[in-house]
């Protein structure tokens, strides 16, 4: 029968990506719980039938998989984690939850996270050109790096979390093993506080330009060009150099824009808690 899994939230955007990842292989048998109307719709034009409450799917699942929302998951592992099997494992898809400390205590069962690094737009056989290209990861041809932490079990079930998890981000390239302090360090502080932020702000940057008469085609063709080749020599892929100009501008730009501590506030140990406890909700709290 293979390994049964139990997908909660698998009507959702993330459920779903599950269900079209996994229905059909024959390594996983797999309850989908699903609540909401519109979910379920989701699952029967897969051909699947959801079964709602969580009873009638968690006990007796090796691996439950909560793929809903953050600020959910501490009322949902409340209701979920005393209906699991002694050694069985739950697996979160995102660190905040798990770094803030919402979950249920319960020495018996794994808590594995893991979270998809992506792919690259570095990488050779992007599909960004395609009609349709995968941004996401898992819908293409793309690889795509993922990363994984053994919050709370033991060492021999790691190879179980990290093997379920390459499945659900298939196809996968690398999986990077951090701690689940680590994890929260990479998202949100590094990719949504600091990339998600600056990301915003050349958008920004972008549309100022075109209120003052710049054509978007031309400013969209300047910023994507420039986007390139800056991260080529910001990040070490190219030995050509910022011109003397460009770094006159980055420097003034660093005054305008950051503060000079930022790096220090933002990746603060305590400054990364409570950003996941504001996502995870109140119950961390």
């Known amino acids: 029968m293979g390994i049964q899994v139990a997908l909660l939230g698998a009507g ?3 459920g779903c990506r599950i269900t ?7 390594a996983y048998s797999i309850s989908y719980v699903e609540p909401g109307e519109t979910g379920q719709a989701r699952l029967a034009s897969r051909g699947i039938t959801a079964v709602d409450p969580p009873e009638e ?28 099997e002694r050694g069985s494992m739950l697996l979160l898809l995102d ?5 803030a400390g919402v979950l249920p205590e319960r020495a018996d069962i794994t808590v594995f996270v893991s979270h998809p690094c992506h792919p690259s737009f570095l990488m050779a056989e992007t599909s960004l050109a395609a009609e349709h290209p995968d941004w996401f990861g898992g819908q293409g041809l793309d690889t795509q790096d993922i990363i994984c932490a053994l919050h709370r079990g033991d060492e021999a079930d790691y190879p179980t979390g990290e093997a379920i998890a390459r499945d659900i981000f298939a196809p996968v390239r690398t999986a990077h093993r951090v701690t689940t302090a680590q994890m929260a ?11 998600g932020t600056c990301l915003t702000v050349l958008r920004e940057g972008m549309e100022r330009a075109t209120q003052m008469g710049v054509p978007e085609d031309a400013a969209r063709a300047m910023l994507y060009g ?7 020599i910001i990040f070490g892929h190219t030995d050509f150099p910022l011109s003397d100009g460009a770094q006159l501008a980055i420097e003034d730009g660093k005054r305008e824009l950051l503060r000079d501590d930022w790096e220090d506030r933002v990746f603060d140990p ?8 504001r ?7």
């Open 226 to 232: 420039h986007l390139r080749i800056e991260f080529g």
């Open 279 to 285: 996502i995870a909700g109140d119950e961390a709290g």
């Open 95 to 99: 660190p905040a939850a798990a770094h």
């Open 270 to 277: 305590e400054n990364v808690k409570q950003s996941v406890e």
């Open 57 to 84: 799917a968690v006990p007796g699942a090796d691996v439950v998989v909560l793929a809903v929302p953050d600020e959910r998951i501490g009322t949902v592992a409340r209701e979920v984690l005393p209906l699991m």
């Open 12 to 14: 959702g955007k993330m």
């Open 20 to 26: 079209d990842q996994l229905q059909h292989d024959g």
């Open 185 to 195: 360090i990479l998202e949100p502080a590094l990719v949504e506080t600091v990339l």
